[in-house]
Antibody, heavy 114, light 107 residues
Framework: QVQLVQSEAEVRRPGASVRVSCRTS????????LHWVRQAPGQGLEWMGW????????KYGERFQGRVTMTRDTSISTAYMELGGLKSDDTAIYYC???????WGQGTLVTVSS | DIQMTQSPSSLSASVGDRVTITCRAS??????LSWFQQKPGKAPKLLIY???SLQSGVPSRFGGSGSGTDFTLTISSLQPEDFATYYC?????????FGQGTKVEIK
């Protein structure tokens, strides 16, 4: 069955960077775009961007431009989201999700605290 | 960006009640509307895609309707496991935009 398994929770200081991984299985990795969505504590869902696993092409949300980088490693069917210049309001659960069939990872909590 | 306006933000209902949640897009999204259910500590779960298609494995008491800019999620007979937060989302264009969410609570 299809699985998206994300990396474990992270704690970072303000100004640092964090990289979250999303390891996929059960489908052809290049068949679906991979989106990243985040959810701050008690808040709604916010789209961050996507990566095309086939070409590596990306599109980022305006408020993340210049701070986010999405990459992938097709040899291990894994996508990555790196967010830099972390601030306390980047504390959130970060999800990966496919286009099309809408498979979602379990989420990764990133806590930004001094 | 396409804005999604979801209402109500919360509601109280009893087991067996019929529940309706609405979502309005700021422009025509050609039916590219999905509904998700989210329980505390869990990832969103897809219920409805393409405005009215039931995701495999989702109970038939969930139904979606609408077109153009106006969409509805209906739960025909609320069950105890349905108490959760529900989100609509447009995927017609990026950025994906989600509604603000509707928290369904026990009356």
């Amino acid at each position: 069955q299809v699985q998206l398994v994300q990396s474990e929770a992270e704690v970072r200081r303000p100004g640092a960077s964090v990289r979250v991984s999303c390891r996929t299985s059960g489908y052809t990795f290049t068949d679906y775009f991979l989106h990243w969505v985040r959810q701050a504590p008690g808040q709604g869902l916010e789209w961050m961007g996507w990566i095309n696993p086939d070409t590596g092409g990306t599109k980022y949300g305006e408020r993340f431009q210049g701070r986010v980088t999405m990459t992938r490693d097709t040899s291990i069917s894994t996508a990555y989201m790196e967010l830099g210049g972390l601030k306390s309001d980047d504390t959130a659960i970060y999800y990966c999700a496919t286009s099309g069939a809408d498979y979602w990872g379990q989420g990764t909590l990133v806590t930004v605290s001094s | 960006d396409i804005q999604m306006t979801q209402s109500p933000s919360s509601l109280s209902a009893s087991v067996g009640d019929r529940v309706t949640i609405t979502c309005r897009a700021s422009q025509d999204i050609s039916g590219h509307l999905s509904w998700f259910q989210q329980k505390p500590g869990k990832a969103p779960k897809l219920l409805i895609y393409g405005a009215s298609s039931l995701q495999s494995g989702v109970p038939s008491r969930f139904g979606g309707s609408g077109s153009g800019t106006d969409f509805t999620l209906t739960i025909s007979s609320l069950q105890p496991e349905d108490f959760a937060t529900y989100y609509c989302r447009q995927s017609y264009v990026t950025p994906w935009m989600f509604g603000q969410g509707t928290k369904v609570e026990i009356k």
